[in-house]
């Protein structure tokens, strides 16, 4: 009987999903196997709310494959040893995969390629996570494309491929034989423990987040995906598209459908720029898959060598929520407590933490990955990289956010500091966002003092990164 493996990675669903469309076709009967990765699991990189999530959606697809007549098969072990093992005993011909532009992804591939291939069982990966992959969208003289606007006015130009067709029932029933682990009762089991709330995870969870903002919310996107208290302003697809419980080529779909019916220019526009976003996403996928340094060091390899000075309290105080900023400190209790940030604070914090206190980005990357539920590499490095002016196309390291007027701009109210803050709750709007400033002092004293001065820090960053351009321009 022709069998044919899929491999579970970031593509966590049986609708939309070439790999596994692909491996239907290929064979009379498919074998579904997720395997844990030891290397993966013991990264710095990985923390409890990304392992909650990715449990979560294990769950949820081993039970969407087994209203299919599957059976996922949960190995733990290295990946090549783990295939091997089962070709064999299925005696599959091939193993199919959906690819992944990570750095270490690409090694590994290539190790479980060639071991398979060492046995006759062949490996074929898909393009699948994203609508252009690598070197698919080029400038007019056959390069990358290092900014973004001219890579989204090409990206725009090409049709976007229709999403594939969900999964068949199975053919032939899956062989009892074949051994698989139960799926541990929580990520803690894992070696990292959640301590947030589980976000929504698995397929039809993604499905119904991606419809639910697509049925209106859509629309006032182009204004209020700026407003950080505004919980519906943003999709929150991101961990989805990140574990693949929802493909961008589904989200892209809909989102046509929807924009079809919208009758007004603001409605048009909020579709517009969401696709704008979506498109972000592919762009810094293609910036690791070309530029893998990224994931080590700068974009701009001159940067470095920029001498960050910042005192390790500091960066503490930037994990804790307690650097007397309130933009900064709500944003991080924000992340610490739900494994949620939004863009705009995003943006803000990472700015505070490389520009004000002069810690290296690749610090806050790290901290950001352990913490959120959606931590993808490239997605994050290229937010991180374009904060700290660093990237390709980064804010230009002499635009610094005031955290005072990004916060009086964002959240003018002071809604979501306070909900974060309760040590604000008293402090009037006007001063919500400088507290030290308000004359009648109704800060709660247990609110820090600033750790830092923005003006004399902004000086201090801008001589930083002038020491290095003098030295490349020397
Ligand atoms: C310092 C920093 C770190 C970041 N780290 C991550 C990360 O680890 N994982 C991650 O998915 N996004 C990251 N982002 C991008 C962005 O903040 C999140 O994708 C977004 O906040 C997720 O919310 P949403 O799903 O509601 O997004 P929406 O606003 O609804 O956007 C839709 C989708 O587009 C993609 N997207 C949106 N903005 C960006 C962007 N700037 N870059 C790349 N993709 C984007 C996401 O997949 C998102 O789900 C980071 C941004 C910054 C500035």
Same mark, same amino acid.
């Not at 803000?348 to 933490?353: G, P």
């Not at 590499?377 to 610094?400: C, E, H, K, M, V």
């Not at 959240?411 to 709007?429: N, T």
């Given at each position: 009987?022709?069998?044919?493996?899929?491999?579970?990675?970031?593509?966590?669903?049986?609708?939309?999903?070439?790999?596994?469309?692909?491996?239907?076709?290929?064979?009379?009967?498919?074998?579904?196997?997720?395997?844990?990765?030891?290397?993966?699991?013991?990264?710095?990189?990985?923390?409890?709310?990304?392992?909650?999530?990715?449990?979560?959606?294990?769950?949820?697809?081993?039970?969407?494959?087994?209203?299919?007549?599957?059976?996922?098969?949960? #190995?733990?072990?290295?990946?090549?040893?783990?295939?091997?093992?089962?070709?064999?005993?299925?005696?599959?011909?091939?193993?199919?995969?959906?690819?992944?532009?990570?750095?270490?992804?690409?090694?590994?591939?290539?190790?479980?390629?060639?071991?398979?291939?060492?046995?006759?069982?062949?490996?074929?990966?898909?393009?699948?996570?994203?609508?252009?992959?690598?070197?698919?969208?080029?400038?007019?003289?056959?390069?990358?494309?290092?900014?973004?606007?001219?890579?989204?006015?090409?990206?725009?130009?090409?049709?976007?491929?229709?999403?594939?067709?969900?999964?068949?029932?199975?053919?032939?029933?899956?062989?009892?034989?074949?051994?698989?682990?139960?799926?541990?009762?929580?990520?803690?089991?894992?070696?990292?423990?959640?301590?947030?709330?589980?976000?929504?995870?698995?397929?039809?969870?993604?499905?119904?987040?991606?419809?639910?903002?697509?049925?209106? #919310?859509?629309?006032?996107?182009?204004?209020? #995906?700026?407003?950080?208290?505004?919980?519906?302003?943003? /999709?929150?697809?991101?961990?989805?598209?990140?574990?693949?419980?929802?493909?961008?080529?589904?989200?892209?779909?809909?989102?046509?459908?929807?924009?079809?019916?919208?009758?007004?220019?603001?409605?048009?526009?909020?579709?517009?720029?969401?696709?704008?976003?979506?498109?972000?996403?592919?762009?810094?996928?293609?910036?690791?898959?070309?530029?893998?340094?990224?994931?080590?060091?700068?974009?701009?390899?001159?940067?470095?060598?920029?001498?960050?000075?910042?005192?390790?309290?500091?960066?503490?105080?930037?994990?804790?929520?307690?650097?007397?900023?309130?933009?900064?400190?709500?944003?991080?209790?924000?992340?610490?407590?739900?494994?949620?940030?939004?863009?705009?604070?995003?943006?803000?914090?990472?700015?505070?933490?490389?520009?004000?206190?002069?810690?290296?980005?690749?610090?806050?990357?790290?901290?950001?990955?352990?913490?959120?539920?959606?931590?993808?590499?490239?997605?994050?490095?290229?937010?991180?990289?374009?904060?700290?002016?660093?990237?390709?196309?980064?804010?230009?390291?002499?635009?610094?956010?005031?955290?005072? /007027?990004?916060?009086?701009?964002?959240?003018?109210?002071?809604?979501?500091?306070?909900?974060?803050?309760?040590?604000?709750?008293?402090?009037?709007?006007?001063?919500?966002?400088?507290?030290?400033?308000?004359?009648?002092?109704?800060?709660?004293?247990?609110?820090?003092?600033?750790?830092?001065?923005?003006?004399?820090?902004?000086?201090?960053?801008?001589?930083?990164?002038?020491?290095?351009?003098?030295?490349?321009?020397?």
């Amino acid at each position: 009987m022709k069998t044919a493996i899929h491999w579970f990675r970031r593509d966590l669903r049986v609708s939309d999903n070439t790999a596994l469309h692909e491996a239907d076709l290929a064979g009379e009967r498919v074998v579904p196997v997720f395997c844990w990765d030891e290397a993966i699991l013991r990264s710095p990189d990985v923390g409890g709310p990304r392992v909650a999530f990715l449990l979560e959606s294990l769950r949820s697809l081993a039970s969407n494959l087994e209203a299919l007549g599957h059976r996922l098969i949960v #190995r733990r072990g290295r990946p090549e040893d783990v295939l091997v093992g089962l070709a064999a005993e299925t005696g599959a011909g091939a193993v199919h995969a959906n690819r992944d532009y990570e750095p270490y992804a690409r090694e590994r591939d290539a190790r479980v390629a060639a071991a398979l291939g060492a046995r006759g069982v062949a490996f074929r990966a898909f393009k699948d996570s994203v609508i252009w992959e690598e070197r698919e969208v080029l400038t007019g003289s056959g390069g990358v494309y290092t900014v973004f606007t001219p890579y989204s006015r090409s990206w725009r130009a090409r049709a976007v491929p229709a999403p594939r067709p969900r999964l068949a029932p199975a053919r032939v029933p899956s062989v009892a034989g074949w051994a698989s682990e139960p799926l541990p009762a929580s990520a803690s089991e894992l070696g990292h423990p959640c301590d947030v709330g589980l976000f929504p995870a698995g397929e039809r969870a993604g499905l119904k987040a991606l419809d639910e903002f697509l049925r209106g #919310r859509v629309e006032r996107y182009g204004t209020g #995906r700026d407003t950080p208290s505004d919980d519906g302003g943003t /999709s929150r697809l991101s961990p989805h598209l990140r574990f693949g419980t929802v493909n961008v080529r589904t989200a892209l779909e809909r989102l046509g459908r929807a924009r079809a019916s919208v009758t007004t220019e603001v409605g048009r526009r909020g579709c517009e720029v969401w696709e704008t976003e979506l498109i972000w996403r592919e762009f810094y996928a293609q910036v690791l898959a070309n530029h893998p340094h990224v994931a080590r060091g700068a974009f701009r390899r001159e940067y470095d060598a920029l001498a960050w000075e910042g005192r390790e309290e500091w960066f503490g105080a930037w994990c804790a929520g307690a650097t007397g900023y309130p933009i900064v400190d709500a944003a991080m209790r924000c992340l610490n407590a739900t494994g949620w940030m939004h863009n705009r604070l995003r943006m803000i914090v990472a700015m505070f933490l490389t520009k004000d206190l002069l810690v290296s980005w690749q610090r806050g990357e790290q901290y950001f990955m352990q913490r959120l539920v959606d931590g993808d590499l490239a997605a994050n490095n290229g937010g991180w990289q374009w904060s700290a002016g660093t990237g390709t196309d980064a804010a230009p390291y002499f635009r610094i956010f005031n955290p005072v /007027s990004q916060g009086e701009k964002f959240d003018p109210q002071g809604v979501f500091v306070r909900r974060w803050l309760p040590e604000l709750a008293d402090v009037p709007d006007r001063f919500v966002h400088r507290p030290w400033d308000d004359p009648g002092r109704r800060m709660a004293r247990s609110y820090p003092a600033r750790i830092v001065d923005h003006g004399e820090q902004r000086e201090r960053c801008l001589r930083m990164f002038k020491a290095v351009r003098g030295a490349v321009e020397a």
